[in-house]
């Protein structure tokens, strides 16, 4: 019976321990399963990428989001991190007095799943070169351009005219918000990348970022002959 008792107390004081942990100690656990995260992931190989996929998880108080690369080899593992680190974050955010700032901002904007010093990582704009953020930018504007090219329209509802720089000018491309439309996250998706590299070559390029500072007025859509047309 003195034995039951005394394990009961040993349990609740471990308890009452980890009730009682700062803020500040829950944060740095759950960085450090983040770092255990990273690790998992360096530990794998970029021989087939096909098959990895992009998960999101809130990077601690007021310092946005995580992208990691998963597959069924380390998923077993990763989700027993994640589901470590999303307890501590939850419990540290409950005790944290400050704002939590995660929730306001938008996540980054990323990329496909590539290949950085041997392991898989979701590309973001900084993984890339001023070539190939011009190279991408380049291909990205094309697909825009053409996007609705095969869509008619039998009014102009929900058809908008997004602004693109090309060519040192401000352009304008099309964009269908309807609910019946199946393309409008695949364009959100392309319209974000086109501005997260935009943004990143007018930091790299100086007479760029002139080009895309430039005033653009709102333009609208009208439809001629069941075809959609951007007006002034």
Request: net charge neutral; hydrophobic share 30%; proline share 3%.
């Amino acid at each position: 019976m003195k034995i039951s008792k005394l394990f009961a107390l040993v349990i609740l004081c471990a308890s009452c321990k980890k009730d009682n942990e700062s803020y500040q100690d829950l944060y740095s656990k759950a960085h450090k399963k983040l770092t255990e995260i990273e690790d998992l992931i360096k530990k794998s190989s970029c021989n087939d990428l096909s098959n990895w996929q992009v998960d999101t998880l809130m990077d601690g108080i007021g310092s946005g989001h995580k992208y990691f690369p998963v597959n069924n080899t380390i998923t077993s593992d990763y989700e027993k991190l994640k589901a470590t680190y999303l307890e501590l974050l939850n419990s540290a955010r409950k005790t944290d007095p400050r704002p939590i700032l995660n929730d306001i901002f938008t996540p980054e904007t990323h990329f496909e799943i590539g290949c950085i010093d041997g392991h898989p990582k979701v590309l973001l704009v900084s993984d890339f070169t001023v070539e190939q953020v011009r190279s991408r930018l380049s291909s990205n504007i094309e697909e825009l351009e053409t996007f609705y090219s095969n869509k008619t329209c039998n009014g102009s509802n929900n058809w908008y005219a997004k602004p693109i720089v090309k060519d040192c000018q401000i352009k304008y491309v099309l964009h269908y918000t309807g609910i019946d439309s199946g393309d409008n996250f695949a364009f959100s998706v392309k319209y974000n990348q086109y501005k997260a590299l935009s943004s990143r070559l007018a930091q790299l390029d100086s007479n760029y970022a002139t080009c895309k500072n430039s005033f653009a007025p709102q333009k609208h859509v009208t439809c001629e002959n069941h075809i959609p047309v951007i007006k002034d």
